[in-house]
Structure formats: structure tokens, C-alpha cells
């Protein structure tokens, strides 16, 4: 035996639980939209001066941070009410692993 529903309200009832669904997937893609644009400051933009390498965290509320600025690498520690510099590093993408070891074995010596 099947059931075959005519029920005005039944289809309201649908209808009205479909268009809250509606409207509370609307106000999630808003909310969605204004957290993208509040935090795209924090990412970082490859035609700035002024980039952030990579991020460390080290223990709640300190971490570590290398940032270039114009070519040149700084390294900051950065702690809940100051910014430290801690190294200043030269920033050669191209050098590699290899060719700043063979530099330091040649000032050695």
C-alpha cells in the first residue's frame, strides 16, 4: 500500500524548511565572502616589497619569522609585546646548498 501525499500542508512544510535552508546558506556565503576580504592582508602579495617567508610557532604567543624586504632576509622573533631582530640573512634564491657550503670552506681557509 502506497501513500501518496496531498497534503497542503505537508508541501508548505517543505517548502518553508527548503527556503530557510536557502537563506541560511545565503547568510554562510556572505559571512564566507567578508572573511576572505578581512583576511587577504594577511596573505602575503608577491608584488610587495615587503614579503613573509615563513612563519614558525614556537610556544602559544611565540614564534619565528623570516621576512624579506627588498631581496634581503631578516629573521624576527616575535613575542607578545615585541619584535626582535635575531639574524639578518642574505637572501640568494639562487645560490644553493652546495655553493654556500664550498663559500664557507673557502673563507676558512
Not at 602575503?44 to 610557532?57: D, G
Not at 631582530?85 to 640568494?92: D, I, K, N, P, Q
Request: some cysteine; charged content about 20%.
Amino acid at each position: 500500500m502506497m501513500f501518496e501525499s496531498t497534503d497542503p500542508t505537508l508541501f508548505s512544510t517543505s517548502l518553508r524548511m527548503i527556503w530557510g535552508l536557502l537563506i541560511v546558506l545565503g547568510i554562510l556565503f556572505v559571512i564566507y565572502g567578508l572573511m576572505r576580504k578581512r583576511l587577504s592582508f594577511a596573505q602575503s602579495n608577491t608584488k610587495s616589497k615587503i614579503q613573509i617567508k615563513e612563519m614558525r610557532h614556537l610556544m602559544p604567543k611565540k614564534s619565528l619569522c623570516l621576512v624579506e624586504v627588498d631581496g634581503q632576509e631578516f629573521l624576527l622573533g616575535i613575542g607578545t609585546e615585541n619584535i626582535t631582530l635575531l639574524a639578518t640573512l642574505e637572501g640568494s634564491k639562487e645560490t644553493s646548498f652546495q655553493a654556500k657550503l664550498a663559500a664557507a670552506k673557502h673563507n676558512e681557509q
